[in-house]
């Protein structure tokens, strides 16, 4: 399974930012999908997730202004960002958990990450 990030950029305050993850190889069932940020220092922050059935969740900082979305047939999970913050600067992950055939429990996969540099 390989996990792959884009749409990572500079962008000023206020701006807006479309993160893609395409999720490829093989498996039994998709679980959940989740967007994760992290700034150097600091740890991993869980900024939003996608269940199977679609229910969503955001951290209270991103609430309002970021969206995740995924399209079941292209195995791609979207982050859409807008009203940037430079708070929101970070590299962001997409982690995909997966079960394969006979697994008890799905597995998380992880993508290598794409920068978010949001200026002033």
């Known amino acids: 399974v390989q996990v792959v990030e884009s749409g990572g950029d500079s962008v000023q305050a206020g701006g807006s930012l479309q993160l893609s993850c395409v999720i490829s190889?093989?498996?039994?069932?998709?679980?959940?999908m989740f967007w994760y940020r992290q700034v150097p220092g600091k740890e991993y922050e869980l900024v939003s997730k996608?269940?199977?059935?679609?229910?969503?969740t955001y951290t209270t900082s991103v609430k309002g202004r970021f969206t995740i979305s995924q399209d079941n047939a292209k195995n791609t999970v979207h982050l859409q960002m807008t009203s940037l913050k430079t708070e929101d600067t970070a590299v962001y992950y997409c982690?995909?958990?997966?079960?394969?055939?006979?697994?008890?429990?799905?597995?998380?996969?992880w993508g290598q990450g794409t920068q978010v540099t949001v200026s002033s």
């Open positions: 996608i269940s199977k059935n679609g229910e969503t």
């Open positions: 190889g093989t498996w039994d069932t998709k679980c959940d």
């Open positions: 982690a995909a958990e997966l079960k394969q055939y006979k697994a008890p429990v799905c597995h998380r996969h």
